[in-house]
């Protein structure tokens, strides 16, 4: 119930211009993301590679209303792509990328032909491109467009949402050779008609899709903070005989520090989801969501600088 309250507040442009104006100590959205500018996400990237971390960088932004910002965002990351080649950061580093960022809700092609580009640019600076996955209403083309995108660019990774009832099926689709795909459990609200509600139904799917993907040929990545859901992947990816190069972890930058240094330090390749930008409204509330804790962190910064 919480949960739906706050992701509902997400798509509030009210509270959006509210919290955004607020004067918000810096902490609280620097402890979940990098900065604002290109050199704060590079800077930051830097520290995170040099500790032995890997990366992959999220431009923050997203459901895109017109042209001319789905344009600027697809510049932005070929901006960003370029620096990271020439500062000698990938393959380390890679980026994630919102379709809807890039004008999905509006016109799929042109969000397909800037998915393109970036990929492109991605392939230029010896690193890939990660498509994440958003609500429920865009599954199906996020992953005709990843289908699409493979063709040129094999690297490319997808994301699948282990709510989702349709994701095992998925996992078995993706799970072939030279896959890349992120696993993870999912942040939006979402009907009981397509997602399963309960935090246990929603584990006992992950690790259903973590088996598949593990059984599979494909990269899997398991993007989750859960202590029990990291064990088990430890666990099976011992049990299918899966070296530790063939698979990797994934966490959110500011959630679980000292457990991304502990895989890193294990030999696992571990990577980071860094997110920069301005537009960093949706995916702070999207965190908060997850954990109330989180929420009470923020609404104390907010009420001492208020
Ligand atoms: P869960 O939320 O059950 O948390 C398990 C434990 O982890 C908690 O008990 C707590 O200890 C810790 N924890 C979790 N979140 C925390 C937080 N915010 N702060 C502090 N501690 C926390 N979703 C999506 O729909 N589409 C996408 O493309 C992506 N992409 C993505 C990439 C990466 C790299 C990650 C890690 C996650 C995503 N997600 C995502 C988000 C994902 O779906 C999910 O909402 C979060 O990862 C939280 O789920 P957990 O698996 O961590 O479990």
Known sequence: MLRTLILAASRSEALE??????????????????????????????????????????????????????????????????????????PAAEVSLKLSALGQRFDEKLAYEHARAICQAAGNAHTTVTLDM????????????????????????????????????????????????????????????????????????????????????????????????IGIGEERARWYDRNQDSFEFQMLYGVRPDEQRRLARAGYTMRVYLPYGTEWYAYLVRRLAERPANLAFFLRALRSRG
Do not use: W
């Not at 620097?30 to 990366?55: K, M, N, W």
């Open 134 to 229: 958003e609500d429920h209403t865009t599954t199906d083309s996020t992953l005709e467009i990843l289908t699409k995108l493979r063709k040129d660019f094999p690297g490319t990774g997808a994301v699948v949402q282990a709510y989702l009832r349709r994701t095992e099926a998925d996992c078995r689709e993706l799970a072939h050779t030279g896959s890349r795909v992120r696993l993870c459990k999912g942040a939006y609200a979402e009907p009981e008609s397509v997602a399963y509600q309960s935090k246990l139904d929603v584990d006992r799917s992950y690790v259903r899709c973590l088996n598949t993907l593990l059984a599979g040929n494909g990269y899997p990545m398991f993007a989750t903070h859960d202590p029990r859901l």
């Open 17 to 90: 211009r509210l919290v955004e104006t607020a004067p918000l100590s810096r902490d609280v959205v620097r402890r979940f993301v990098a900065g604002t500018t290109p050199d704060d996400a590079l800077r930051v990237t830097r520290r995170l590679v040099g500790e032995g971390l890997t990366v992959t960088l999220d431009h923050l932004g997203e459901d895109t209303t017109r042209p001319g910002q789905a344009e600027a965002t697809k510049d932005a990351y070929l901006a960003i792509l370029a620096a990271l080649g020439t500062q000698g950061l990938t």
